[in-house]
């Protein structure tokens, strides 16, 4: 069932549907709000976007030799550029399964670095100022820990050989001991059997 209203409209089934991308969809609108009407990178990206993913965030980048948008969606990483006469633009994405994280870089002359990280590389983008990277930073740490969470259940636990309950049984008997229940030979004892 479509329920229209606000600019948001209700999923139909598992699949999400937010409304047509335009600047009036208001995480759009939240998103480019520094944008001019005219701005071609803002449409560049605009078209990219699909209804069952909301904009989490967009700010000026420069990256493949262009000033474009760097953006995080609920679904992935974009970097557009709409290009201009004299260079060619561009669109490249990261899905979110495949991003491992946003890193801080170091300060290059007057241009702050981020980089993107995946399970094959590191993408080092450029921003003029230190916002638009801390900015990304929470946003991919915000997308990757719903993808875990998502996956929780499909992830393989790791075998920790025990450590975990022996940890338990070592902090049992420190508790004990504290509280007066055991005395110290008595408690050093116990601790010496569990790492024996």
């Known amino acids: 069932m479509n329920v229209s209203g606000g600019g948001y409209i209700a999923s139909v089934g598992d ?5 047509v991308a335009g600047r009036e969809r208001a995480d759009i609108a939240a998103a480019l709000w520094w944008a001019g009407a005219d701005d071609a990178d803002a449409e560049h990206l605009i078209a990219y976007l699909s209804s069952r993913e909301l904009l989490l965030n967009a700010a000026v980048a420069w990256f493949k030799g262009l000033w474009g948008i760097l953006a995080v969606t609920t679904e992935r990483v974009l970097m557009v550029a709409a290009g201009s006469d004299e260079k060619r633009g561009f669109a490249y994405e990261l899905p979110a399964a495949a991003v491992l994280g946003f890193a801080h870089g170091d300060k290059d002359g007057k241009y702050f670095i981020g980089q993107l990280q995946d399970y094959e590389s ?10 638009p990277v801390d900015i990304t930073d929470q946003r991919i740490f915000w997308l990757t820990r719903k993808q875990m969470s998502e996956r929780r259940d499909q992830l393989d636990k790791a075998d920790d050989a025990g450590v975990r309950d022996q940890f338990k049984r070592f902090m049992s008997i420190r508790e004990a001991q504290r509280s007066g229940g055991l005395d110290e030979p008595t408690a050093r004892d116990a601790i010496a059997r569990i790492f024996a």
């Open 15 to 19: 699949e999400p549907n937010f409304g």
């Open 122 to 131: 590191w993408t080092k983008i450029f921003t003029s100022n230190k916002l």
